[in-house]
Every structure is written in C-alpha cells, then in structure tokens.
C-alpha cells in the first residue's frame, strides 16, 4: 500500500471537514492568496487532481484535457479563469462534494498503484509516488490560505513529511530555477515532527544548517509563510540565500510572501451560525 496516497487523502479530508460547514456564499470569499476564494483554491486542487488521476488510470483523456488546458492558457493566462471554464463553472457546495468524492477514490486506487511507475505530467515524467506527493503537497499548501482565513491553526500530523523531503530535493532546483549557482554544500536541515520526532538530512554543519519545527520549514518551501514568520533557525550564508526563495513547486521562479502578509487571521469572517 502506497502511504503517500493515504496521506493525500487524509490530508484533504481534514480540509473538507473543515470546510464542510460553510454556506454556498462562504465560498466567494477571498484569501490571502491572491486573493483567490474558497471557490478559486478547491477548483485548482480538484482540476489538478483529476489531471493527476487521469495521468495513472486514463492516458487518453489526461491527454486530452491537458491539450484543453495548454490551447486555453494560450488565450487567457489567468488559470483561475481558466480551470473555471474547464470544470464549467462548478462551484460552492457542489464543488465541494465533486472534490471530495473525488479525491477519496483517488486515494483508494493510488494506494494500489506501483510506485515507481512513470506518469506523463507537463514536463518530465514523474513516478506514481512523486506525483500524489506533489498532490499532497498542493492540497496542504492551498489549505493553509484556507486556515488562515478561517483563524484556525492548524494541527498537523507526520504526513508532511513527504513536503519536508519535497523540500529538501528541490535545493539545487530552486537555485537553479532563478539562474543562480548552486552552493557546494546542502544545508544541514534537522526537523521537529509534529509528533516530535527528529528528521534529518544532509552533513551536520554547525555553521550551515537550518533547525526548528517542521511545518515552519514546509510552510517557507511552499511559500505559505515568509521565513521572518516562523521560528526557523537558519545559520549560514548559503542556508540563508535558500530560505529567502526556497520553492519545491514546478513553474517559474516564485517570490515568498512578504513578511507578515500571509497570517492566521485572529477572527473567522464567517457568522458563527454559518451551518446548513
């Protein structure tokens, strides 16, 4: 059983439970990222994770969605508009139960699935493990501009694990992806788990190294949080230069929040009531 697919379906039904309270007009309203809504973030994970499953179980029709995709990026690069008009307008509680559904059967099949099996993806191929990782990853990274909105802080498990690796093999990447020389020496990097156990990678380093809780080092490497926003202790120039625009996302380079831009909010802008 492939425990990467079990955590991408966990996760995300912790973010369906979540939101399964709100009322249809809860999910117009904007995050702090980009000022998508509720309705712009679960259209994304769930068009994506259709592309992903297809990817595994339906090559022709992964191939044709993602031509769809590619020809309308051509004529409107907003993506937000795009997947709108992909998943036709899908919206609100709708969306909600479409996602979910959907995402508890994907879990279930992909945790049948060989591993290592090579999947087309925009770009290079991906093993089944490296792409419901990335999935996990999406849904855990978009779920905090959820979170934040709701003024929820969020409790996290070992799952994240998977992120935390994400993280740590995209070093080079992220120099790379910005045209930048890769530094010689990796960081140290030593992890608090959510449950406290202590991961590690790379040569231990006194004075290049990066320490402290493991979901603040996921939330820098996916540009949830600014690293001035966590409790990270980063020592060295090179670990230094890595946390200002850590990425272990695919596209092009990305900038991190400014600090203090992406929060817990202290207040939910919901109405208490905001029950069915």
Known sequence: MLQEAIDFRDESTALFDLLEPLTEQDFDTPTQFKQWTLNDILAHLHFFNLLADHSLRDKPEFERISAELQAARVENDDLVAVTDGLLEGLKGRALLAKW????????????????????????????????????????????QAIYDLMGVDRVDKDRIKSIAVMGVNTFGWSFMNRKLDVPADPPHVRLTAPSGQIWKWNADSDSNRISGAAVDFCQVVTQVRNIADTRLVVVGDAAARWMSFAQCFAGPPRDPPAPGMRVLRSATPFRSSARR
């Open 100 to 143: 979910h559904a959907y995402f508890v059967a994907m879990g279930e099949a992909w945790s049948q699935a060989d591993p290592k099996q090579r999947l087309t993806w925009f770009g290079p191929t991906m093993s089944v493990r490296s792409s419901i990782s990335a999935r996990l990853m999406e849904t855990w990274a978009h779920g």
